[in-house]
C-alpha cells in the first residue's frame, strides 16, 4: 500500500509538472480577486484621459484569464495575451510571464507608446516592445532598442485633421473594451487598405496617399459601426 501511494504521489506529480511547462515558477497564487499591479512610468506610459495604467505583476498566478484572451502557440507551448499581459498555464492557474521575442500578435495592447528610435517606430507597453511586420501583417514582440537619442514624437508632421476618427460607444462598452476594438479596427482596415497612420506616410507611396488614406478611413468606420460605435 505505501508503494502504491508513492507511486501515485510520483506520477501526480509529473503530471503538474507537465501541465506546466513554459511557465516560471509563480511567486504568489490569486485564484479570485484583484492580483498584485504595478505602474507603467516608461515613456510616460499612461492610458487615456490621463490616467495611469496599471499591469499584474510578473510571477503571480491567477485562476482564471481576460475575457478576450488570444491564444498564442510556440513550441514550447501555449502562451495567452490580453490587454498587454501575458500568461503561461501552469498547473490549473495561469501565471504572469514575460513573452517570449519573435512572437507575433494580431493587436497592440490597448494602451502603448510609439518610441521612435532611428527613425523606425517602436510600440512599448508593460515592460515589452513591438514592432510592425509587413510580411506577417502583425505586431512582433522584440529585444528593447537601445534608446539613446529616442523620442516619443513622430519624426514627420502631424497627419491632418481630418485624420481624426471622434467614436462613441453605443453599448455601454468599457474603455478597455473600447481601446480593444479600436485597435482590432485598425489591424484590419490597414490590411484593407494598405494604409496605415502609425507608420511614416501611411507606408504607402506618396501619389497614393489620399485614396489609401480615404479607403482606411471608410474601412474603420465599417469596422466600428459592426461594433456598436457611432464614427464620425
Request: hydrophobic share 30%.
Amino acid at each position: 500500500m505505501r508503494r502504491a501511494g508513492a507511486c501515485g504521489a510520483v506520477l501526480l506529480a509529473l503530471m503538474l509538472g507537465a501541465a506546466a511547462v513554459g511557465a516560471q515558477q509563480p511567486e504568489h497564487f490569486h485564484p479570485g480577486g484583484r492580483p498584485p499591479e504595478h505602474l507603467d512610468t516608461r515613456y510616460a506610459h499612461y492610458a487615456p484621459h490621463g490616467q495611469p495604467h496599471y499591469y499584474p505583476n510578473r510571477g503571480v498566478a491567477v485562476g482564471t484569464l481576460p475575457a478576450h484572451a488570444v491564444v498564442i502557440s510556440r513550441p514550447t507551448g501555449h502562451y495567452y495575451y490580453a490587454g498587454g499581459v501575458w500568461y503561461a498555464p501552469y498547473g490549473s492557474h495561469y501565471v504572469v510571464v514575460a513573452p517570449p521575442i519573435g512572437v507575433f500578435v494580431p493587436v497592440l495592447p490597448p494602451f502603448y507608446t510609439t518610441l521612435w528610435v532611428g527613425g523606425m517606430p517602436y510600440y512599448y507597453a508593460n515592460d515589452t516592445y513591438y514592432t510592425w511586420s509587413q510580411a506577417q501583417n502583425a505586431y512582433q514582440v522584440v529585444d528593447p532598442p537601445n534608446d539613446q537619442g529616442a523620442s516619443t514624437q513622430a519624426p514627420q508632421p502631424p497627419p491632418p485633421e481630418g485624420d481624426n476618427l471622434f467614436i462613441y460607444p453605443q453599448n455601454g462598452q468599457s474603455a478597455d473594451q473600447q481601446a480593444q476594438d479600436k485597435y482590432e479596427c485598425h489591424a484590419w482596415a490597414s490590411s484593407q487598405s494598405g494604409f496605415d497612420p502609425t507608420q511614416p506616410g501611411g507606408n504607402v507611396p506618396p501619389e497614393q496617399l489620399d485614396q489609401r488614406r480615404a479607403d482606411y478611413r471608410r474601412a474603420m468606420i465599417a469596422c466600428l459601426q459592426g461594433r456598436g460605435y457611432s464614427a464620425r
